[in-house]
Protein backbone atom coordinates (compact mmCIF):
# COMPACT_ATOMS: atom_id res chain seq x y z
CA UNK A 1 0.00 0.00 0.00
CA UNK A 2 3.09 2.22 0.57
CA UNK A 3 4.08 1.75 -3.01
CA UNK A 4 0.70 3.66 -4.27
CA UNK A 5 0.75 6.55 -5.98
CA UNK A 6 -0.15 9.58 -4.21
CA UNK A 7 -0.94 12.85 -6.71
CA UNK A 8 -0.32 16.10 -4.07
CA UNK A 9 -2.38 19.40 -5.15
CA UNK A 10 0.37 21.20 -7.27
CA UNK A 11 -0.79 24.93 -5.84
CA UNK A 12 -0.94 25.87 -2.46
CA UNK A 13 -4.36 25.10 -0.60
CA UNK A 14 -6.15 27.95 0.88
CA UNK A 15 -9.28 26.73 2.79
CA UNK A 16 -11.60 26.63 5.56
CA UNK A 17 -12.45 23.98 7.51
CA UNK A 18 -15.97 22.55 8.67
CA UNK A 19 -17.04 19.28 9.99
CA UNK A 20 -20.21 18.01 9.60
CA UNK A 21 -22.12 17.78 13.06
CA UNK A 22 -21.29 21.33 13.81
CA UNK A 23 -22.85 22.52 10.32
CA UNK A 24 -25.75 20.43 8.91
CA UNK A 25 -27.95 19.64 11.82
CA UNK A 26 -30.28 16.96 12.24
CA UNK A 27 -27.21 14.69 13.53
CA UNK A 28 -30.28 12.36 15.77
CA UNK A 29 -28.52 9.09 15.10
CA UNK A 30 -25.62 10.45 17.13
CA UNK A 31 -23.57 9.98 20.72
CA UNK A 32 -23.22 13.75 20.94
CA UNK A 33 -27.11 14.46 20.14
CA UNK A 34 -27.97 11.83 23.14
CA UNK A 35 -25.39 13.27 25.17
CA UNK A 36 -26.85 17.27 24.55
CA UNK A 37 -30.01 15.58 26.39
CA UNK A 38 -28.62 13.78 28.98
CA UNK A 39 -29.66 14.56 32.79
CA UNK A 40 -25.89 14.94 33.93
CA UNK A 41 -24.49 16.96 30.63
CA UNK A 42 -21.86 19.29 30.79
CA UNK A 43 -22.86 20.63 27.17
CA UNK A 44 -24.83 23.98 27.62
CA UNK A 45 -27.05 23.87 25.27
CA UNK A 46 -28.24 21.52 22.12
CA UNK A 47 -27.42 21.41 18.49
CA UNK A 48 -30.47 21.44 16.72
CA UNK A 49 -30.18 22.32 13.26
CA UNK A 50 -27.02 23.88 13.26
CA UNK A 51 -26.37 26.03 10.59
CA UNK A 52 -28.82 23.81 8.33
CA UNK A 53 -25.70 23.16 5.92
CA UNK A 54 -27.12 19.74 4.88
CA UNK A 55 -29.20 21.47 3.22
CA UNK A 56 -27.64 24.96 2.42
CA UNK A 57 -24.42 23.82 1.35
CA UNK A 58 -23.85 24.91 -1.98
CA UNK A 59 -24.73 28.29 -0.69
CA UNK A 60 -21.37 27.46 2.07
CA UNK A 61 -19.36 26.65 -1.31
CA UNK A 62 -20.62 29.62 -3.18
CA UNK A 63 -19.16 31.78 -0.22
CA UNK A 64 -15.87 30.22 -0.33
CA UNK A 65 -15.56 30.72 -4.57
CA UNK A 66 -16.42 34.46 -3.45
CA UNK A 67 -13.64 34.54 -1.11
CA UNK A 68 -11.23 33.42 -4.05
CA UNK A 69 -10.33 29.57 -1.62
CA UNK A 70 -9.41 26.86 -3.46
CA UNK A 71 -10.22 24.13 -1.20
CA UNK A 72 -12.82 22.95 1.65
CA UNK A 73 -12.18 20.75 4.62
CA UNK A 74 -15.67 19.22 5.33
CA UNK A 75 -16.60 15.74 6.87
CA UNK A 76 -18.50 12.77 6.30
CA UNK A 77 -21.12 11.79 9.04
CA UNK A 78 -20.52 7.83 10.04
CA UNK A 79 -24.18 7.89 11.68
CA UNK A 80 -25.60 9.27 8.53
CA UNK A 81 -23.79 6.55 6.23
CA UNK A 82 -24.19 3.43 8.56
CA UNK A 83 -27.17 4.32 10.41
CA UNK A 84 -27.05 0.75 11.52
CA UNK A 85 -24.61 -1.43 11.80
CA UNK A 86 -23.85 -3.27 8.36
CA UNK A 87 -26.67 -1.00 7.11
CA UNK A 88 -25.63 1.23 4.18
CA UNK A 89 -28.04 4.36 3.56
CA UNK A 90 -28.08 4.67 -0.30
CA UNK A 91 -29.48 8.68 0.76
CA UNK A 92 -26.64 9.70 2.64
CA UNK A 93 -23.91 8.52 0.24
CA UNK A 94 -25.93 10.04 -2.68
CA UNK A 95 -26.34 13.25 -0.24
CA UNK A 96 -22.30 13.45 -0.15
CA UNK A 97 -21.98 12.23 -3.51
CA UNK A 98 -23.73 15.82 -4.62
CA UNK A 99 -21.27 17.81 -1.95
CA UNK A 100 -18.37 16.63 -3.54
CA UNK A 101 -19.34 17.15 -7.05
CA UNK A 102 -20.66 20.70 -6.23
CA UNK A 103 -17.30 20.92 -4.81
CA UNK A 104 -15.37 20.02 -8.03
CA UNK A 105 -17.72 21.87 -9.76
CA UNK A 106 -16.77 25.46 -8.41
CA UNK A 107 -12.76 24.25 -8.61
CA UNK A 108 -12.96 23.66 -4.74
CA UNK A 109 -10.87 20.52 -3.72
CA UNK A 110 -12.61 18.84 -1.04
CA UNK A 111 -10.54 18.15 1.83
CA UNK A 112 -13.00 14.80 3.49
CA UNK A 113 -12.34 13.94 6.88
CA UNK A 114 -14.01 10.53 7.96
CA UNK A 115 -14.64 10.78 11.72
CA UNK A 116 -14.98 13.85 13.51
CA UNK A 117 -15.77 13.74 17.13
CA UNK A 118 -19.06 11.82 17.08
CA UNK A 119 -20.19 8.46 16.47
CA UNK A 120 -23.13 6.53 15.52
CA UNK A 121 -25.62 5.52 18.94
CA UNK A 122 -24.90 1.55 17.78
CA UNK A 123 -20.99 2.28 18.20
CA UNK A 124 -21.74 3.91 21.16
CA UNK A 125 -23.70 1.45 22.52
CA UNK A 126 -21.17 -1.23 22.37
CA UNK A 127 -18.59 0.86 24.17
CA UNK A 128 -17.21 3.48 21.49
CA UNK A 129 -13.64 3.61 21.47
CA UNK A 130 -13.46 0.79 24.37
CA UNK A 131 -14.46 -1.59 22.08
CA UNK A 132 -11.71 -3.27 20.24
CA UNK A 133 -14.23 -4.36 17.29
CA UNK A 134 -14.52 -0.14 16.63
CA UNK A 135 -11.16 -0.98 14.67
CA UNK A 136 -13.07 -3.04 12.46
CA UNK A 137 -15.95 -1.03 12.12
CA UNK A 138 -13.75 2.06 11.06
CA UNK A 139 -12.06 0.02 8.73
CA UNK A 140 -15.53 -0.65 6.61
CA UNK A 141 -16.97 2.44 6.99
CA UNK A 142 -13.64 3.92 5.60
CA UNK A 143 -13.57 1.09 2.93
CA UNK A 144 -17.22 1.96 1.71
CA UNK A 145 -16.32 5.56 1.54
CA UNK A 146 -13.02 4.90 -0.80
CA UNK A 147 -15.23 2.94 -2.96
CA UNK A 148 -18.30 5.06 -3.10
CA UNK A 149 -16.18 8.59 -3.51
CA UNK A 150 -12.58 7.93 -4.15
CA UNK A 151 -12.40 9.46 -7.75
CA UNK A 152 -13.45 12.95 -6.24
CA UNK A 153 -11.82 13.28 -2.32
CA UNK A 154 -9.04 15.66 -2.91
CA UNK A 155 -7.20 14.86 0.35
CA UNK A 156 -8.22 12.14 3.03
CA UNK A 157 -8.51 12.54 6.70
CA UNK A 158 -9.08 9.55 9.13
CA UNK A 159 -9.60 11.13 12.44
CA UNK A 160 -10.15 14.54 13.57
CA UNK A 161 -8.16 15.43 16.54
CA UNK A 162 -8.27 11.46 18.17
CA UNK A 163 -6.17 12.95 20.98
CA UNK A 164 -8.72 15.56 21.76
CA UNK A 165 -11.86 13.15 21.67
CA UNK A 166 -9.69 10.74 24.57
CA UNK A 167 -8.44 13.62 26.65
CA UNK A 168 -11.99 15.42 26.51
CA UNK A 169 -13.98 12.64 26.80
CA UNK A 170 -12.19 9.91 28.96
CA UNK A 171 -9.53 12.30 30.91
CA UNK A 172 -11.14 15.51 31.48
CA UNK A 173 -15.20 14.54 30.69
CA UNK A 174 -16.36 17.42 28.66
CA UNK A 175 -17.15 15.15 25.66
CA UNK A 176 -18.96 11.87 25.84
CA UNK A 177 -18.91 9.17 27.72
CA UNK A 178 -18.20 12.36 29.84
CA UNK A 179 -15.81 10.23 31.69
CA UNK A 180 -12.83 10.93 33.75
CA UNK A 181 -9.84 8.10 33.91
CA UNK A 182 -6.12 8.79 33.27
CA UNK A 183 -6.19 4.49 32.85
CA UNK A 184 -9.14 4.56 30.19
CA UNK A 185 -7.75 8.19 28.28
CA UNK A 186 -4.66 6.09 27.31
CA UNK A 187 -5.93 2.67 26.33
CA UNK A 188 -8.49 4.92 24.10
CA UNK A 189 -5.53 6.98 22.65
CA UNK A 190 -4.18 3.19 21.77
CA UNK A 191 -6.83 2.32 20.16
CA UNK A 192 -7.55 5.41 18.07
CA UNK A 193 -4.18 5.00 16.64
CA UNK A 194 -4.93 1.50 15.84
CA UNK A 195 -8.11 2.66 13.89
CA UNK A 196 -6.26 5.25 12.24
CA UNK A 197 -4.05 2.80 10.69
CA UNK A 198 -6.85 0.23 9.25
CA UNK A 199 -8.93 3.27 7.76
CA UNK A 200 -5.75 4.55 6.25
CA UNK A 201 -5.20 1.45 4.85
CA UNK A 202 -8.92 0.50 3.89
CA UNK A 203 -8.71 3.64 1.96
CA UNK A 204 -5.42 2.89 -0.08
CA UNK A 205 -7.00 -0.32 -1.30
CA UNK A 206 -9.64 1.82 -2.84
CA UNK A 207 -10.02 3.80 -6.11
CA UNK A 208 -8.39 6.91 -6.07
CA UNK A 209 -4.75 8.49 -5.46
CA UNK A 210 -5.28 11.20 -2.90
CA UNK A 211 -3.20 11.96 -0.03
CA UNK A 212 -4.27 10.40 3.39
CA UNK A 213 -3.62 11.48 7.05
CA UNK A 214 -4.62 12.01 10.31
CA UNK A 215 -5.30 15.72 11.43
CA UNK A 216 -3.48 16.14 15.09
CA UNK A 217 -4.39 18.60 17.52
CA UNK A 218 -0.92 20.34 18.60
CA UNK A 219 -0.10 22.70 21.22
CA UNK A 220 2.82 25.31 21.87
CA UNK A 221 3.77 24.12 25.48
CA UNK A 222 5.41 26.13 27.88
CA UNK A 223 7.12 24.86 31.10
CA UNK A 224 7.43 26.76 34.36
CA UNK A 225 10.05 25.94 37.13
CA UNK A 226 9.03 22.55 37.96
CA UNK A 227 6.82 21.18 35.33
CA UNK A 228 9.05 19.87 32.34
CA UNK A 229 8.37 16.25 33.99
CA UNK A 230 4.81 16.79 33.39
CA UNK A 231 5.35 18.59 29.92
CA UNK A 232 7.57 15.78 29.07
CA UNK A 233 4.82 13.14 29.59
CA UNK A 234 1.19 15.42 28.96
CA UNK A 235 3.09 15.85 25.28
CA UNK A 236 4.06 12.51 25.06
CA UNK A 237 0.61 10.96 25.08
CA UNK A 238 -0.74 13.63 22.89
CA UNK A 239 1.81 13.78 20.45
CA UNK A 240 4.51 11.78 20.07
CA UNK A 241 3.72 8.86 19.96
CA UNK A 242 0.61 9.52 17.06
CA UNK A 243 3.57 11.47 15.28
CA UNK A 244 5.10 8.25 15.67
CA UNK A 245 1.92 6.27 14.87
CA UNK A 246 1.52 8.12 11.39
CA UNK A 247 5.16 7.66 10.56
CA UNK A 248 3.55 5.35 6.99
CA UNK A 249 1.10 8.09 6.42
CA UNK A 250 1.12 10.49 3.38
CA UNK A 251 1.32 14.12 5.47
CA UNK A 252 0.73 15.53 8.59
CA UNK A 253 -2.42 17.43 9.25
CA UNK A 254 -1.60 20.06 12.67
CA UNK A 255 -4.33 21.33 13.99
CA UNK A 256 -3.42 24.26 16.68
CA UNK A 257 -5.03 27.26 18.73
CA UNK A 258 -3.17 28.67 21.79
CA UNK A 259 0.12 27.91 23.84
CA UNK A 260 -0.59 25.56 26.53
CA UNK A 261 1.36 26.96 30.05
CA UNK A 262 2.31 23.53 32.68
CA UNK A 263 3.44 24.02 36.18
CA UNK A 264 4.53 21.16 38.46
CA UNK A 265 0.67 20.53 39.62
CA UNK A 266 -0.60 20.15 35.89
CA UNK A 267 -1.88 22.79 33.44
CA UNK A 268 -2.19 26.24 34.84
CA UNK A 269 -5.69 26.96 33.05
CA UNK A 270 -5.31 30.89 33.16
CA UNK A 271 -1.85 32.00 32.79
CA UNK A 272 -1.11 36.43 32.47
CA UNK A 273 -1.97 37.58 28.70
CA UNK A 274 -4.65 38.49 26.24
CA UNK A 275 -7.44 35.40 26.09
CA UNK A 276 -9.80 34.57 23.45
CA UNK A 277 -13.72 33.87 23.71
CA UNK A 278 -12.58 30.30 24.65
CA UNK A 279 -10.66 31.51 28.19
CA UNK A 280 -7.33 30.00 26.29
CA UNK A 281 -4.48 32.69 25.25
CA UNK A 282 -4.31 34.56 22.18
CA UNK A 283 -1.01 32.79 21.04
CA UNK A 284 -1.24 32.78 16.70
CA UNK A 285 2.25 31.83 17.49
CA UNK A 286 1.52 28.59 17.86
CA UNK A 287 1.17 27.73 13.99
CA UNK A 288 5.01 28.44 13.55
CA UNK A 289 5.82 26.80 16.53
CA UNK A 290 3.69 23.14 16.07
CA UNK A 291 4.47 23.33 11.79
CA UNK A 292 8.30 22.79 13.04
CA UNK A 293 7.61 20.65 15.86
CA UNK A 294 5.85 18.42 13.57
CA UNK A 295 8.45 18.71 10.84
CA UNK A 296 11.05 17.98 13.53
CA UNK A 297 9.52 14.20 13.93
CA UNK A 298 8.71 13.37 10.68
CA UNK A 299 10.20 13.93 6.95
CA UNK A 300 6.44 14.19 5.70
CA UNK A 301 4.68 17.23 3.96
CA UNK A 302 2.60 18.99 6.77
CA UNK A 303 -1.06 20.57 5.98
CA UNK A 304 -2.45 23.01 8.66
CA UNK A 305 -5.71 21.89 8.76
CA UNK A 306 -7.46 23.74 11.46
CA UNK A 307 -6.30 26.95 13.03
CA UNK A 308 -8.38 29.84 13.93
CA UNK A 309 -9.63 32.01 17.32
CA UNK A 310 -13.46 31.96 18.99
CA UNK A 311 -13.90 35.80 19.25
CA UNK A 312 -16.89 37.89 19.27
CA UNK A 313 -14.29 40.78 18.18
CA UNK A 314 -13.51 40.47 14.59
CA UNK A 315 -10.48 42.93 14.98
CA UNK A 316 -9.19 40.48 16.83
CA UNK A 317 -9.93 37.67 14.84
CA UNK A 318 -7.47 39.44 11.73
CA UNK A 319 -4.76 40.24 14.46
CA UNK A 320 -4.74 36.23 14.75
CA UNK A 321 -5.00 34.90 11.37
CA UNK A 322 -2.16 37.88 10.24
CA UNK A 323 -0.05 36.49 13.02
CA UNK A 324 -0.54 33.07 12.44
CA UNK A 325 0.26 33.80 8.93
CA UNK A 326 3.08 35.56 9.66
CA UNK A 327 4.34 32.33 11.35
CA UNK A 328 3.47 30.30 8.27
CA UNK A 329 5.34 32.06 5.88
CA UNK A 330 8.47 32.26 8.40
CA UNK A 331 8.22 28.52 8.23
CA UNK A 332 7.63 28.20 4.34
CA UNK A 333 10.46 30.77 4.18
CA UNK A 334 13.24 27.77 5.86
CA UNK A 335 12.35 25.08 3.45
CA UNK A 336 9.62 23.46 5.55
CA UNK A 337 7.35 21.58 3.40
CA UNK A 338 3.61 22.99 4.19
CA UNK A 339 1.31 22.76 1.13
CA UNK A 340 -1.72 24.01 2.61
CA UNK A 341 -3.25 26.44 5.54
CA UNK A 342 -7.12 25.96 6.57
CA UNK A 343 -8.92 28.71 8.73
CA UNK A 344 -11.54 27.16 11.66
CA UNK A 345 -14.15 27.98 10.54
CA UNK A 346 -16.14 29.22 7.73
CA UNK A 347 -19.25 29.54 9.95
CA UNK A 348 -19.98 30.63 13.26
CA UNK A 349 -21.34 27.06 14.35
CA UNK A 350 -22.01 24.98 16.86
CA UNK A 351 -18.86 24.28 19.47
CA UNK A 352 -19.82 21.10 21.54
CA UNK A 353 -20.33 21.53 24.69
CA UNK A 354 -19.47 25.64 24.70
CA UNK A 355 -22.70 25.88 22.33
CA UNK A 356 -23.09 28.07 19.86
CA UNK A 357 -21.28 31.02 22.19
CA UNK A 358 -17.99 30.77 20.70
CA UNK A 359 -17.82 32.42 17.07
CA UNK A 360 -15.36 30.77 15.27
CA UNK A 361 -16.34 31.58 11.71
CA UNK A 362 -15.30 34.34 9.09
CA UNK A 363 -19.44 34.40 8.50
CA UNK A 364 -21.53 34.76 10.81
CA UNK A 365 -25.15 33.07 10.96
CA UNK A 366 -27.99 33.93 12.07
CA UNK A 367 -29.78 31.44 14.51
CA UNK A 368 -33.36 31.67 13.32
CA UNK A 369 -33.10 32.55 9.45
CA UNK A 370 -29.49 30.63 9.32
CA UNK A 371 -28.63 34.09 6.95
CA UNK A 372 -24.96 33.73 6.20
CA UNK A 373 -23.50 37.36 6.87
CA UNK A 374 -19.46 37.40 5.68
CA UNK A 375 -17.27 39.12 8.30
CA UNK A 376 -14.60 41.74 7.67
CA UNK A 377 -12.48 39.10 8.71
CA UNK A 378 -13.72 37.33 5.32
CA UNK A 379 -12.38 40.09 3.43
CA UNK A 380 -9.15 40.35 5.27
CA UNK A 381 -8.49 36.41 4.34
CA UNK A 382 -9.42 36.57 1.64
CA UNK A 383 -7.12 39.29 0.59
CA UNK A 384 -4.08 38.17 2.60
CA UNK A 385 -4.55 34.26 0.55
CA UNK A 386 -4.53 35.90 -2.52
CA UNK A 387 -1.26 37.97 -2.06
CA UNK A 388 0.61 35.66 0.11
CA UNK A 389 2.86 36.54 1.38
CA UNK A 390 3.27 40.08 0.57
CA UNK A 391 0.14 40.80 2.31
CA UNK A 392 1.52 39.64 5.98
CA UNK A 393 5.10 40.91 5.31
CA UNK A 394 4.19 44.20 4.08
CA UNK A 395 1.14 44.65 6.70
Known amino acids: MRDREVNFPASFLWGTSTSAYQIEGGGTNTDWWRFERAPDTVAVETCGDACDSWHRYEEDLDLLVRFGLNSFRLSIEWARIEPEHGVISSEALDHYRAVLE ?3 ARAILPVVTLHHFTLPLWVADAGGFEN ?8 HYAMVVGEEFGELIGIACTINEPNIVAAMGYLIGMFPPQVADSDRFVAVNQMMRQAHVAMRE ?5 PGTYPIGMPLSMQEYEALPGGEERL ?3 RAEMEDKY ?3 SQEDDYIGVQCYTKMVVGPDGVVFDPPGEKTEMGYLFW ?3 VEYTVRRAAALSSLPIFVTENGIGTDDDDQRIRY ?5 QGLHNVLEEGIDVRGYFQWSLLDNFEWSFGYRPKFGIVGVDRTTFARTPKPS ?5 EATSDFPRSVIDA
Open 102 to 104: ACH
Open 232 to 234: HSM
Open 132 to 139: PEIVGWLA
Open 243 to 245: LQS
Open 202 to 206: ALRAG
Open 321 to 325: LKGAL
Open 284 to 286: PQC
Open 378 to 382: AQWYA
